[in-house]
């Protein structure tokens, strides 16, 4: 009896540990809830990771791709075209808005969110960037010295832990008195 409670309870100890163990290890990435922004919605966005990213800003952007574009924190984004026919400004999602302060239309995303932009003198000509956080690093994996310490560190403890809420027999409590 005492031998299947202590295997109950390292049992309950271990699944615990290894529950807390992955859920640190592999905690998801959480994505960012956003409603449609200019048209743009969230199965549009097209995930392009590498490198600067552009978009051909002249009347093709209504149907281009990228105007339902999806980067990281730290990267760029530049319009390329005629900025003085087609005013480039922010428009729709998340605030502050990056897109509203750009330079001769470039824009460099400092924190995630979903930034709506527009053509100032063309309403059609519009879209959006989702800029994501970049993913966290993977916890790093337990070698097989710590994997070992931490299994009797936990067996250890169970035992001490069972011998602590074992109940006395009979014959125990007769040699108290």
């Known amino acids: 009896m005492l031998l299947q409670s202590t295997n109950r309870r390292l049992k309950r100890g271990l699944l615990g540990v290894g529950v807390a163990l992955s859920s640190l290890a592999f905690l998801p990435s959480l994505a960012h809830a956003q409603a449609v922004v200019n048209d743009c919605q969230t199965s549009q966005f097209t995930d392009r990771r590498a490198g600067v990213r552009t978009i051909t800003w002249d009347f093709g952007v209504t149907s281009a791709p990228e105007r339902c574009m999806q980067v990281q924190v730290g990267q760029t984004v530049v319009w390329n075209g005629d900025l003085s026919s087609h005013p480039l400004a922010g428009s729709g999602g998340d605030s502050p808005n990056p ?79």
Not at 101 to 108: F, I, L, M
Not at 111 to 123: I, K, Q, R
Not at 134 to 158: D, E, I, K
Request: proline content about 5%; glycine content about 10%; charged content about 10%.
């Open 99 to 177: 897109i509203s302060a750009h330079q001769n239309g470039s824009v460099t995303f400092t924190a995630p969110g979903t930034f709506g932009f527009v053509c100032l003198a063309h309403s059609s000509m519009k879209g959006a960037i989702q800029v994501l956080a970049a993913p966290a690093a993977a916890a790093p994996a337990l070698s097989f010295g710590q994997f070992a310490l931490l299994l009797l560190l936990l067996t250890v403890g169970g035992l001490v832990g069972s011998r602590r809420s074992r109940p006395r027999s009979a014959s125990s409590l007769s040699d108290v008195s």
